[in-house]
């Protein structure tokens, strides 16, 4: 069942999707050469506490951080520790979630750690995101969720190919429902599988509609493995990966981008989309 948020729901949402992009960050300003995993959590750990807000990571599924550090070839998932030390070249998707009055919101983004990065990697992270801005665009009336997979699929495949390898779009996992809970119906494929055309798999998108949208893309295989900690996400070959994501809501005036400062209105721009007005003013 697809839980259709009331627009003081979509408000509190907001809420919890600014402390998101606060948390973004203070992290992406921390995630410089010679801090450890542990310290981009514990940044995380004070900004919550700061505006009051709960971690909706903390403790989901046992899961024992706040944020998720996933470094070069940890596609998601990664578990921020001390042993984990940035170092000048490094990519690293964090991946945040904050709870306000019950409702959640969750994003990730993937940054550079220093300098001197190699051109392929720069685009991976270029097309990741942008992939993810044309499945935000999707989320409109009358489209259904596969809209939405193909939108990023087809963004991704339209891209050239890098010097050495391919954009693997991940396979296993991909974005889902948002609400009074952090995972929920639907689940969204970030590629179009025809086996999931009809029914409760591809609803129409109406107002109240809320998603988490986050494309995963490698530099290589769209496959993965889970390492002996039950958690961390590896690229079966090795290659590295990007991951990005806003949580999204649909209202009777467009898409509001939960998590991003401006509501997402200056990317969606780009699309010809207008964002609904902010629910907080």
Known sequence: MVEIKTPEQIAKMREAGLVVAA?????????????????????ARKVIAEHGAKSNFLGYGGFPATICTSVNEVVVHGIPDEKTVLKDGDVI?????????????????????????APELIELSRVTEESMWAGIAAVKKGNRLVDVSRAIESYIRRQPRPPKGKYGIIEEYGGHGIGSEMHMDPHLLNYVDKRRLLGRHNPKLVPGFCLAIEPMVSLGTPRTEVLEDDWTVITTDGTWSSHWEHSVALTEAGPIVLTSPDCGKAKLAEYGVTTAPDPLG
Not at 97 to 115: E, K, L, N, P
Request: net charge negative; charged share 20%.
């Open 23 to 43: 948390i973004h960050a203070a992290t992406r300003e921390a995630a410089v050469p010679g801090a450890t995993t542990k310290d981009l959590d514990e940044v």
């Open 93 to 117: 998707s964090i991946d945040a979630g904050a709870i306000i009055d019950g409702w959640h919101g969750d994003a990730a983004f993937t940054a550079f750690v220093g300098s001197g990065h």
